[in-house]
């Protein structure tokens, strides 16, 4: 008896060479695997006597976070440990087009080592300690929302930065040549600090996120 309970993989990962399975069974475990759910084989003395049928739950935003990911022009890629046709069923129903499939756990790191080596920049699991932005909670949109203004305030500081500069730029040479009025000059100058705080505090009206910035 191979195992009383357990997938092929799972038989496998034991050392075990599960049988070949046919007949009305085979076909329904076939059909299980189609649907995105994981089959557990069910044996005695060899001998299949049933099948047990194991899903991952897929969250109800999940498709919505990978879509707002994709609008960032971010690509997608899932690692999973289950079959091709199960992984590539539950990736089609989350938006995810890159599947690695049948990935063992020591396995992971070095595909995720392989995508970063082709010049991908990957995100894996890190310390709440050593991480710049933590989510709050299992919901994964704030992840796009987090890049978005991440991206929006290296925008403004390239803005503030050009506006200080164009008015110093524009207003130093006429200061040094007599041709600015001194009063002018300490109030552009003021303008210059009140247009950059102010486009700044633009980024307030950016929607709010469920993460904790450290």
């Given at each position: 008896m191979w195992c009383a309970g357990a997938s092929r993989r799972a038989a496998v990962e034991a050392g075990r060479r599960p049988p070949r399975y046919e007949g009305p069974l085979a076909r329904a475990s076939e059909e299980i695997e189609a649907s995105g759910r994981t089959v557990v084989w069910i044996a005695?003395?060899?001998?299949?006597?049933?099948?047990?049928?194991?899903?991952d739950t897929i969250k109800p935003e999940a498709a919505d976070a990978i879509a707002r990911l994709h609008g960032l022009g971010l690509r997608t890629v899932m690692l999973s440990g289950d079959n091709r046709i199960v992984a590539g069923t539950i990736a089609k129903v989350a938006g995810i087009k890159d599947v690695i499939a049948e990935v063992l756990p020591e396995q992971r790191v070095a595909d995720i080592a392989r995508l970063q080596e082709r010049g991908h920049k990957v995100g894996a699991d890190v310390a709440i300690e050593a991480s710049d932005v933590t989510l709050v909670g299992g919901d994964l949109r704030p992840v796009a929302a987090a890049i978005g203004l991440a991206r929006r305030t290296l925008t403004t500081i390239k803005q503030n930065l050009f506006w200080a500069f164009a008015y110093n730029v524009?207003?130093?040479?006429?200061?040094?040549?007599?041709?600015?009025?001194?009063?002018?000059?300490?109030?552009?100058?003021?303008?210059?600090?009140v247009s950059v705080v102010a486009n700044a505090l633009r980024l307030r009206r950016y929607p709010r996120l469920a993460v904790a910035i450290s």
């Open positions: 005695r003395n060899g001998r299949p006597v049933g099948l047990v049928a194991v899903a524009a207003a130093l040479p006429l200061a040094a040549l007599g041709l600015l009025d001194p009063m002018i000059a300490a109030a552009a100058m003021a303008f210059s600090s």
